[in-house]
């Protein structure tokens, strides 16, 4: 999994070795671990659902917060905006893959820059991917049990020590997350993957009639279409909106999993389309629909706002089921994220090793070791705005913007036209100043709100 020291040794050895061990980030070939069935390579249908609930987790939830502070055109426009910069990101790492047989991002961030290339892709995937876990925890337990806002288990049963957000999540993490991230084919989510994006559908289809039924009555509010500036402090406050955008389609990490999957190569960048067409649209409505039906009262985790009389006929049903629907949808992207996660800090740790699939003792530990911090964190962090805003500003947008630009400026495969340079130095550029002044926004009100307490 890892890279070596660089030398051209060591890029002989690791190209070798990225085609044996990378090629599947999978079981064992069938001779070695006398398998069962034949693996023919993952459909075209479930590569879309695999890579559609990468991109569709947590992000959906804070996405009517940022619509909020943006205003409606400029925060769709957005959407689209970072849909077309993420496709774009995406082609040009897997053009180079392709065009160099390299089977991870990884590895072809350690064959253009080197063994430290590989290292800063590995450790930005790492704290990217533990942030978004924990915030998927967070959300589960707010959702479950409740901090400012009842919870599903309090309002159905009243608050007791056995659904309380300590002992809910732990339950969750034993029973549900440990059997699904077990497997060692991304492949075998397939299913899990398809019911989880249309739970996603079912949560985007409530919310949608009800903000219907509620502006037919007139019980809305028509929603702003631009932000209020007044001030220099509110423009940057503007900026704060952009990780949490960045964050919600960060799926590089998964891409070249999926693709060394696929029986067909050609049809990757077909299903990245397919997904992130699906994904923008699942996203646009939402965000749409929940910020007409909440207006100003949006809140930063926007499931939390199920919680309140939504003015319309079985409310309390309706907001069941939403809550229902999207918690267990997260259950079953949490998986697809931790897969990644496992993959990168096993190639932290044990860069020489055979591939994590073929250690089981290796894979116990780590899988082990990683759900007990996810849980630990995700009790002690309160808040999925704070989390989303350092991780989208940092990690997200180096493995999803700066990385793959620095990848087709470097073009150690020759295959980058001069659109593509063009564009690359657009990204980057965008990514440094809009996050540079969301990181600075987000430490001033951090810090002002600490000296308000």
């Known amino acids: 999994m890892g890279i070596g020291n660089g030398s051209s040794s060591d890029v002989l050895f690791t190209s070798h070795k990225a085609m044996q061990d990378e090629t599947t980030p999978l079981l064992p070939i069938k001779a070695e671990e006398d398998a069962i069935h034949e693996f023919n390579g993952a459909s075209f249908s479930g ?11 947590a992000g959906i939830m804070a996405l009517p917060a940022s619509i909020k502070m943006l205003g409606l055109i400029p925060g769709i426009l957005m959407i689209v905006l970072v849909a077309l910069l993420t496709e774009a990101s995406i082609d040009m790492l897997v053009r180079c893959s392709h065009q160099g047989k390299i089977t991870s991002y990884g590895w072809l961030m350690g064959e253009t820059f080197g063994q430290w290339g590989r290292i800063a892709l ?3 995937v790492v704290i990217n991917n533990i942030g978004v876990l924990i915030v998927y925890m967070i959300i589960i337990g707010t959702s479950t049990t409740g901090v400012h806002h009842s919870g599903i288990f309090e309002g159905w049963f009243g608050p007791h020590v056995w659904n309380s957000r300590p002992v809910v999540l732990l339950a969750t993490t034993l029973l549900v997350f440990a059997p699904l991230v077990s497997f060692k084919r991304l492949d075998s989510l397939r299913y899990t993957s398809a ?27 028509i929603p702003k279409l631009f932000p209020e500036i007044d001030g220099i402090s509110s423009v940057w406050k ?12 960060i799926c590089h990490y998964n891409v070249h999993s999926i693709d060394n999957e696929l029986e067909d190569k050609t049809q990757i960048k077909p299903i990245v389309q397919t997904s992130l067409g699906l994904c923008s649209s699942v996203y646009i409505a939402t965000s749409f629909f929940a910020y ?5 009262a949006t809140l930063a985790d926007v499931l939390a706002n199920f919680d309140s009389d939504l003015r319309i006929p079985f409310s ?8 229902v629907s999207y918690v267990v949808h997260i259950m079953l992207v949490f998986p697809i994220v931790f897969f990644a996660l496992r993959l990168n800090l096993d190639g932290l740790l044990f860069p020489t090793a055979r591939h994590i699939s073929r250690d089981n003792q290796r894979f116990t530990i780590i899988t082990i070791s990683l759900l007990a911090v996810i849980y630990l964190a995700s009790i002690f962090i309160p808040s999925i705005w704070d989390a989303f805003q350092f991780t989208g500003a940092t990690a997200a947008v180096l493995i999803g913007f700066i990385f793959p630009a620095m990848i087709i400026l470097r073009d150690p495969y020759g295959v980058s036209t001069k659109r593509d340079k063009v564009l690359a130095v657009t990204m980057i550029v965008l990514a440094v100043v809009s ?10 009100n951090i810090f002002y709100r600490k000296q308000e307490a």
């Open 435 to 444: 996050n540079s002044v969301a990181l600075y926004s987000d430490t001033l």
């Open 195 to 221: 019911l989880s994006v249309a739970l996603a559908v079912v949560f985007v289809v409530i919310t949608a009639g009800v903000a219907i039924v509620r502006l037919i009555e007139g019980t809305v509010e």
């Open 292 to 296: 007409l039906l909440f207006g100003e």
């Open 122 to 124: 590995q450790v930005s």
């Open 238 to 249: 503007l900026f704060t909106a952009v990780p949490v955008l960045v964050t919600a389609y």
């Open 316 to 323: 309390a049903v309706f907001n069941d089921i939403v809550r």
């Open 47 to 57: 590569a879309v659902f695999n890579l559609s609930t990468t991109i569709v987790g």
